[in-house]
């Protein structure tokens, strides 16, 4: 690893998901840092941009595609990946789409492979080194 | 059949009787016009016959007079005859005189000198009837041959010593009578005549031939009646109706013949008056009737047109629909049903948009469920990778393994609660109430969501009241609506909120009252946050976690104790307040099994009788009563109740009723018959709770009627408070 660690800032409300993402992001050999909602997401991108934002949409005090399109506005650099925890067909199509417009790079539903996060992750980054 | 065609059958066949009616009345008009002028005609006919039977009888009086000559009674034919010359030369239509004897032989010819004479000739039948009758006669029309021109002949017999000799006779020119017709003056066109009793012409205005026969139609009408009317064509060839008359003086007939269109033309004339009068009227019917139709069928003809647009019309009437009464009740009948019509589709949307919505509220409660479990399938899918991972430490998977038990858990609730939610909904959430204290229900229930608080880094602040609270209640589920009410506090919460729990009561009721500094409730979503769906306008901002089912259980599980909940906000951002209010069944005063007497107003020791068919029953309750202070004696069934009973006079039995042999009831008889067993305070115990059962145990005796299981601070309290009314009662004895 001779560049320097890629940061990832995990937003979601759930404090197991969140602690477990953790472990997998650093096992994975990124530099983990973790919200419980969108406004202190937004509050750790202040100081120092991550490379790139893992974000639950569905979101109780923050809207998650507030968020979204918060961190796209300061930080345009940022990657920003969006999970959605509905799987009902009825709403979530359409919010996940949401999220692209919002400027979500991808969008994965709930619960998420992490392993095939962590490919989603890797392509980001990699389209944004170039 | 339209409208109009109706109106125009209804006319006609109004018309149609009076038509005929019309045509009776113009044949009788026309045939009375006729007889009018056969009248008048006839009258005519006899005054001209009148005036032709004076000229006759004239002549005859003239002869008469002749005949009754004194020279001819004397036999002086000479002078006679010059008498005979003098009178023909007064009468100038007189062409001779002659006297005949009866036999036939000729004495005097006026015509001739005296003592000549011509042989008598013709008509010999008028003589013969003077000769016979004795009476005057007129003859027929005969050209004779002593006067070449014809002529008629007046006859009349002359007496001689009662005999008749001789038959005096004139012949008269005919047209002496033409003159007397041409006297009556008849209109030009007509047709005056006179015929013999042979049916030839005497006389005829205009002329013709005299003795030239009548006409073959008058002669029939002639020989069939005396006197009438005939119809037929003149000589001329002219249609003509002929009233005529026979005289009886000559036996001769007077007939005026009138042409028929003279007749008729009265006739015609009223004819036509009634044609025309039948006309109009028809006319004046059609018109009218066309009218009215037309009147009719524009107003129903429009309300027709308008009765497609009636649904979306407003109330004004239809145009041309006011003028006739019944078209007027038809429109605003026809708006009334448009009305009702509109009404009624206004229900069905109104009724469809609410199923929608509920339709709507159920697919996003779908989402949300959706949501809310796959939300743990995060976090477990997450730790089974870690797990899986062979770089991860010793302490990661320990608290991977917690991972999965938690979220198992989670998911467990969340399950139960959409059971529960069902049982609620469907009216089958069993409670087991109990008697229990407000301390440890809060205790459970922030134990519960302690998780949750300090997840969120929340501060909990908890204010009980000083005084032990107790309530009649499921303490799991009352925990559940405490810890429900806490999570959802602690979730719409920013990191580092204040959430605060207070109790407090007031009377009878205790409010509970869960409050945060969170992210509030928008006003317009207050009053549904309880609702089963209620997610729809709240937006993501809300969506997570409980309010989906978690607030709308809460709510059910409050109201099956009797209670009510409320949500308070100021608004988004300003935090939210949710107030429980619980009703207090019990004044409860001290916690339960508390240590022997407790230094109170009343300390009192009672002698107590505890009697039960279970063992069990007996020796707890005489051993809770016991720990109060109380003197407690116990029996095992209704007879040895009695029994020690009225050994003990206890001053409370507690008694149970469903007991073999002697059940309660029949105890409590018994008890009271006892000497002195009137006072005591007989209570039941027993495990039926309905109202005929309270209704029965009074009936019995029973002082009071208790259900088990028993609270023995209720016991206790109402021991003292009857037993010191009894007391005061016995004391004073």
Known sequence: MTEPKREILVIDDEHDTRESLRIILEAAGYGVRAARDGSEGLRLQESNPADAVITDIFMPVADGLETIREIRSRSPRTKIIAVSGGGSAVRNPAYLETANFAGAHATLVKPVDPDELLAVLRNCLADGGQ | ?733
């Open chain 2, 1 to 733: 059949m339209k409208l109009r065609t109706g109106l125009f059958v209804l006319v006609a066949g109004a018309i149609t009787p009076l038509l005929a009616a019309l045509l009776m009345a113009g044949a009788v008009l026309i045939q009375h016009e006729r007889e009018a002028v056969a009248r008048e005609a006839l009258g005519r006919a006899r005054s001209a016959m009148s005036a032709v039977d004076a000229e006759l009888r004239g002549s005859l009086t003239t002869l008469q007079a002749l005949a009754s000559s004194k020279h001819l009674a004397g036999g002086d034919l000479r002078e006679f005859y010059e008498e005979a010359r003098r009178v023909m030369a007064s009468q100038p239509a007189w062409l001779n005189i002659g006297l005949t004897t009866v036999a036939g032989v000729q004495m005097i010819d006026a015509a001739l000198p005296y003592g000549q004479h011509k042989p008598l000739s013709g008509d010999e039948a008028s003589f013969q009837q003077a000769v016979r009758t004795g009476r005057p006669a007129i003859g027929n029309v005969t050209g004779g041959t002593a006067v070449p021109a014809p002529s008629i002949r007046i006859r009349v017999p002359v007496f001689q010593q009662g005999r008749i000799r001789y038959v005096l006779s004139a012949p008269i020119m005919p047209s002496r009578l033409a003159e007397v017709l041409r006297a009556q003056q008849i209109p030009s066109g007509w047709v005056i005549a006179l015929a013999d009793r042979e049916r030839n012409f005497v006389a005829r205005i205009p002329d013709v031939p005299v003795g030239s026969p009548v006409s073959e139609s008058f002669r029939a009408a002639i020989d069939r009646e005396p006197e009438g009317w005939s119809a037929g064509h003149t000589l001329e060839g002219v249609a003509t109706y002929t009233p005529y008359v026979t005289s009886a003086l000559s036996g001769w007939v007077l007939g005026i013949a009138i042409p028929r269109s003279v007749v008729d033309a009265g006739a015609r004339k009223a004819t036509l008056v009634a044609g025309a009068g039948i006309l109009i009227a028809l006319g004046v019917a059609i018109g009218l009737a066309f009218l009215f139709g037309k009147r009719i069928a524009a107003p129903i003809a429009a309300l027709a047109a308008a009765g497609g647009r009636f649904e979306s019309s407003s109330d004004a009437p239809t145009p041309g629909a006011e003028r006739i009464d019944e078209i007027a009740r038809l429109d605003r009948a026809l708006h009334e049903a448009a009305r009702t019509a509109r009404e009624r589709q206004e229900r069905l949307q109104e009724q469809a948009t609410q199923m929608q919505e509920a339709d709507r509220r159920k697919d996003e409660f779908l989402a949300m469920l959706a949501h809310e479990l796959r939300n743990p399938l995060a976090p477990l899918r997450n730790a089974a990778w870690i797990l899986r991972d062979p770089r991860t430490s010793e302490a990661e998977a320990k608290w991977s393994r917690e991972v999965i038990e938690r979220q198992v858990r989670h998911m467990a609730r969340l399950l139960d609660d959409l059971l529960d939610m069902s049982r609620i909904s469907r009216g089958r959430l069993e409670l087991r109430k109990e008697r229990c204290a407000l301390a440890s229900v809060v205790d459970s229930a922030r134990e519960t969501s302690q998780p949750a608080i300090e997840e969120g880094g929340h501060e909990l602040t908890v204010e009980l009241p000083a005084e032990p609270v107790h309530l009649e209640a499921d303490p799991v589920r009352l925990s559940q609506v405490v810890s429900n009410l806490l999570n959802n506090a602690a979730r719409y919460t920013p990191a580092g909120g204040h959430i605060r729990l207070r109790a407090e009561r007031r009377g009878r009721e205790l409010t509970l009252t869960v409050s945060d500094d969170g992210v509030g409730i928008p006003g317009h979503m207050l009053p549904h946050v309880f609702d089963m769906f209620s997610q729809g306008d709240s937006g993501i901002a809300r969506s997570s976690g409980g309010l989906g089912i978690g607030l709308a259980l809460t709510r059910g599980l409050v109201e099956a104790h009797g209670g009510t909940i409320a949500a308070r906000s100021q608004g988004s951002g300003k935090g939210s307040e949710f107030i429980v209010r619980l009703p207090i069944v019990t004044e409860a005063a001290t916690p339960a099994p508390a240590p022997p007497v407790e230094a109170g107003k009343d300390a009192r020791m009672y002698r107590i009788l505890v009697v039960d068919d279970v063992e069990e029953n007996v020796v707890s309750l005489a051993a809770v009563l016991r720990g109060m202070g109380h003197d407690v004696h116990t029996a095992g069934g209704g007879e040895e109740a009695v029994v020690a009973a009225a050994r003990l006079l206890p001053e409370v039995v507690l008694l149970d009723i469903q007991m073999p042999h002697i059940n309660g009831y029949d105890a409590c008889r018994h008890i009271r018959g006892i000497p002195g067993g009137e006072s005591i305070l007989i209570v039941a115990v027993t495990g039926r709770g309905q109202e005929k059962d309270r209704v029965d145990s009074a009936r019995a005796g029973f002082d009071h009627h208790l259900v088990k299981p028993v609270d023995p601070e209720e016991l206790n309290a109402l021991i003292r408070r009857l037993g010191a009314k009894r007391g005061r009662m016995t004391g004073d004895r």
